[in-house]
T-cell receptor, first 117, second 112 residues
Framework: GAVVSQHPSRVICKSGTSVKIECRSL??????MFWYRQFPKQSLMLMAT?????????EQGVEKDKFLINHASLTLSTLTVTSAHPEDSSFYIC?????????????FGAGSRLTVL | KQEVTQIPAALSVPEGENLVLNCSFT??????LQWFRQDPGKGLTSLLL?????REQTSGRLNASLDKSSGRSTLYIAASQPGDSATYLC???????????FGGGTRLMVKP
């Protein structure tokens, strides 16, 4: 139980285009989802926290107009990188917080590698 | 603000050695601490989770300890194998509804 699916796992796009990454909790309801970014050989840095039905809370230094986060349902959150540039190339990982079989769970997706040409 | 530090940043050992990875955190008021493994270009695999009330957790050749008062955790890997080569991340959680704060990771290479 408590599985999170993240899609796509890899995406290559041209500079200036927008890319959407989906994070789905498959067998539990995620009240909160977290989006992290990881640059090569660095650790995971929290970008934003999203709660279902409300606006995301962004960490300092993360542009909310560039990284649009939508958490419209208890099982889906999306991260859209708008007008992507090469410096946005990174590994993006989501995690979902919820309850599964009565237990509090925090589960990670497998990550999405974005390459902007 | 919670800061998590992992030492060493990189480690190379011959196969068969026992080794210790260190993690320290600045705010001892944590909900739990978790150790992850990350293979190159891949997502996270949870290894061990220690609740704030616990002192250690064991899984196979892995043992993680937690000393909350001193803000430290160690991950002990016994009889290391080349397949253990990966980056090991520790992360702490402030409360049940909070995100994880990650350390910088330790890149482990176990040579045959």
């Amino acid at each position: 139980g408590a599985v999170v699916s993240q899609h796509p796992s890899r995406v290559i796009c041209k500079s200036g285009t927008s890319v959407k990454i989906e994070c789905r909790s498959l067998d539990f309801q995620a009240t909160t989802m977290f989006w992290y970014r990881q640059f090569p050989k660095q650790s995971l840095m929290l970008m934003a926290t999203s709660n279902e039905g409300s606006k995301a809370t962004y960490e300092q230094g993360v542009e909310k107009d560039k990284f649009l986060i939508n958490h419209a349902s208890l099982t889906l959150s999306t991260l859209t990188v708008t007008s992507a540039h090469p410096e946005d190339s990174s590994f993006y990982i989501c995690s979902a917080l919820g309850t599964s079989s009565g237990a509090n769970v925090l589960t990670f997706g497998a990550g999405s590698r974005l390459t902007v040409l | 603000k919670q800061e998590v530090t992992q030492i060493p940043a990189a480690l190379s050992v011959p196969e068969g050695e026992n080794l210790v990875l260190n993690c320290s955190f600045t705010d001892s008021a944590i909900y739990n601490l978790q150790w992850f493994r990350q293979d190159p270009g891949k997502g996270l695999t949870s290894l061990l989770l220690i609740q704030s009330s616990q002192r250690e957790q064991t899984s196979g050749r892995l043992n993680a300890s937690l000393d909350k008062s001193s803000g430290r955790s160690t991950l002990y890997i016994a009889a290391s194998q080349p397949g253990d080569s990966a980056t090991y991340l520790c992360a702490v959680r402030k409360n049940a509804g909070n995100m994880l704060t990650f350390g910088g990771g330790t890149r482990l290479m176990v040579k045959p």
